[in-house]
């Protein structure tokens, strides 16, 4: 079943820039989705069409059997929830607290029903503790997840996010990794997020769709996208580090993890190993 489709989207700013040209996709319910692309390919400007942030100069954008446009806006954005690149655009009243209930009270919930639910959502970000605070007190890292909750909190079945790991240290990107993967993995919920990485869409995504100045290269399985030379460097992307290191060693089975380039240097090491313990006892 599909989550939404993407039909010849196009779009145009007021100045005349054409920010997306014909752009033809669809993302499986449950799927979790790399859009993949250098700097100015279009990637935010597709991902904004998708909660109808913005709405098509051309083409459709179909979420859940309705169409985006002026009228069905509202019920989209009930559906999909949307996470800026920068939390400061997201996170603004006075308390963390205040900021998660929002939504729920601007749904009709009571306040003590918010108060709940927001609660809850913190907690299960591992960030119950700076209820209280206000957003400007916090990390960086802790007002990506400020933000996240205020989404999660909505129970969204589509969570869209532009470069959810943007400005995150180790820690803070460890951490949200997880947490997108537990959103999608444990409770389906369907994940499309930006990112000019390779390596982020090797890390979390099985398909991934490849945009290079407004329009879409190709998508598919970001295993065969990410070891195909030629469509990454029609892209302008980098593969993987891993893959650029280990590829010469095992060009048969290319990793594109850090976790796939240790198993695969165990191996070979354990091989080359056996293969002289073999040898010294023939000798």
């Known amino acids: 079943m599909k989550a939404l489709e993407i039909r010849e989207l196009g ?4 100045d005349g820039t054409a920010g997306l040209r014909g752009v033809t996709l669809s993302v499986e319910k449950g799927e979790c989705m790399a859009i993949l692309g250098p700097n100015g390919a279009g990637k935010t400007t597709l991902l904004k069409h998708l909660n109808a942030l913005l709405l098509p100069t051309s083409g459709s954008v179909i979420v859940g059997g309705r169409e985006s446009n002026k009228k069905n806006a509202a019920t989209i954005r009930k559906k999909v929830g949307f996470l800026f690149q920068n939390p400061d655009d997201q996170v603004f009243s006075p308390t963390v607290l205040e900021d998660v209930m ?4 601007n749904m009709g919930h009571s306040r003590e029903d918010a108060k709940t639910m927001a609660l809850d959502c913190l907690d299960s970000l591992g960030i119950v503790e700076v209820a209280e605070r206000h957003p400007a007190h916090l990390s960086y890292g802790q007002k990506k997840k400020v933000a996240l909750a205020g989404i999660i909190v909505m129970e969204p079945e589509i969570l869209v996010m532009d470069e959810p790991l943007a400005g995150l240290d180790y820690s803070g990107q460890k951490g949200v990794k997880e947490l997108i993967r537990k959103l999608n993995h444990e409770k389906g919920i369907t994940v499309i997020f930006s990112t000019h990485l390779t390596e982020r869409a090797a890390e979390l995504s099985e398909h991934c769709a490849i945009l290079n100045s407004g329009s879409l290269l190709t998508s598919g399985k970001t295993r065969e996208l990410l070891t195909d030379p030629e469509i990454l460097k029609r892209a ?3 593969p993987p580090v891993v893959t650029s290191l280990l590829l010469p060693l095992h060009p048969e089975k ?5 976790e796939e380039g240790a198993k695969l240097l165990a ?3 354990r091989k080359r190993t056996n ?6 006892g023939r000798d």
């Open 236 to 238: 302008r992307l980098e």
């Open 11 to 14: 779009h145009t700013y007021h």
């Open 254 to 258: 290319i990793p594109i993890t850090p």
């Open 275 to 280: 293969g002289t313990e073999k040898k010294s």
């Open 102 to 105: 929002f939504g729920p009270i």
């Open 267 to 269: 191996d070979i090491l």
